[in-house]
């Protein structure tokens, strides 16, 4: 368990701002995580101390900078435990790997008249790039529904399978329901069906150890700024022997081995899929934000938000009059989705802002995930390992408050 969470919280020095005189009380770490003054200062010496372009340069500086990326990049891939450090893709965030994904991987496997399963529960950047490849070739979307708990309906999942399923796409943890799904069951379920599986772990690796390699995932994606690193840089990892045979996704510097007008060569990994010139110093300072995850333990993190999240809804389906909360499945994320009464989420949210909360409000870019839970919206608290029992009941109290005056 988490000892010294003092010390914790004085890391990140936006956790002691006022907010309407009041303390700020951040849970809307499910949008992203605040960050601590470690990787701030890596970004800061990027910018002070080593910036030049990566990959490109004999000159000191250019080398310093090419070998605080490539670091990051062995540091990401023993976090999710990948084969080979050529297996980490560094992208914009969980939406571009997964853009990437469906533009090269799906345009290779998918074919008009097959069939792509994606689940119920997806964020858009799970929905979107998909739709956009199949307007360009035809398949068919299978969407898994969910029990009224919020758990995938596994059974479902199975029956979905036949000779033209191609490929599933599926999130680890839900960014509404806070679901966490049995991902290593269903890709060892679809792999004796021989199709490959994507997973957008986006809400899974600032919560839960991930190994890429014991959920056999082909691909497994995530984003920086949720996982107390900075903003503007993601992840794709995927199994070498699928990259290996991919398209590029993107053309231009880094990518290639030669170019002339009359032919042009790809680089070998990770390159191909890194043209241009990456976000280095956020990619650097991505490493800091994992050291800082190591150095507290990530079973040690998930216990703390497990413990607020119990805590939590406990006293909010006890004392607050008309709650409803969605998604209550077995082992779910510190997330807690919910509405009071006939309430407008957004109303909700700007009086709990001028309370000192900070919460989401909205369709939380799963629109498909709140038309089958019958609702426009949602307000969305979600815990992270700085966040307090004290914190907690400021929530409650202000939630009260709110709910009292609104009704
Ligand atoms: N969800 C939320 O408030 P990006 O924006 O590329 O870093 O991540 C996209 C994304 C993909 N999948 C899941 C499951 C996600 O939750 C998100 C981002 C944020 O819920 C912002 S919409």
Known sequence: MIQDIDRIREDFPILSRQLYGRPLVYLDNTATSET???VVEAVVNGYTRTK?????????????????????????AEFVNASSHEEIIFTRG?????????????GM????????????????????PWQLLQSRIGFKLRVVPMLPDGSLDLEAYRSMFNTRTRLVSCCHASNVLGTVNPVKEMIAFAHTKGVPVVIDGAQAVPHIKVDVRDLDADFYAFSA??????????VLYGKR??????????????MIESVSFEKTTFAELPFKFEAGTPDFIGISALSKGIEFMERIGIDNIAAHEHELLEYTTGRLLAEVPGIRIFGQAPGKCAIISFLVGHEHHYDMGMLLDKLGI?????????????????????????FAVYNTREEADLFIAALKRVAAMLS
Not at 55 to 63: D, E, I
């Open 94 to 106: 969980t939406t571009e790997a997964l853009n990437l994904v469906a533009s090269s991987f799906g």
């Open 109 to 128: 496997v998918l074919g008009e008249g097959d069939e792509l399963i994606l689940t119920v529960m997806e964020h858009h950047a799970n929905i979107v």
């Open 36 to 38: 601590p003054r470690e």
């Open 358 to 382: 900070a919460v989401r409000t909205g369709h939380h870019c799963a629109q498909p995930l709140m038309q089958a839970l019958g609702v426009e919206g949602v307000v969305r608290a979600s």
């Open 225 to 234: 700024h949720k996982m107390y690193g900075p903003t503007g840089v993601g």
């Open 52 to 76: 030049a372009n990566v990959h490109r340069g004999v000159h000191t500086l250019s080398q310093e900078a090419t070998e605080l990326q490539e670091a990051a990049r062995r540091k990401v």
């Open 241 to 254: 022997s699928w990259l290996e045979k991919m398209p590029p996704y993107q053309g231009g510097g880094e």
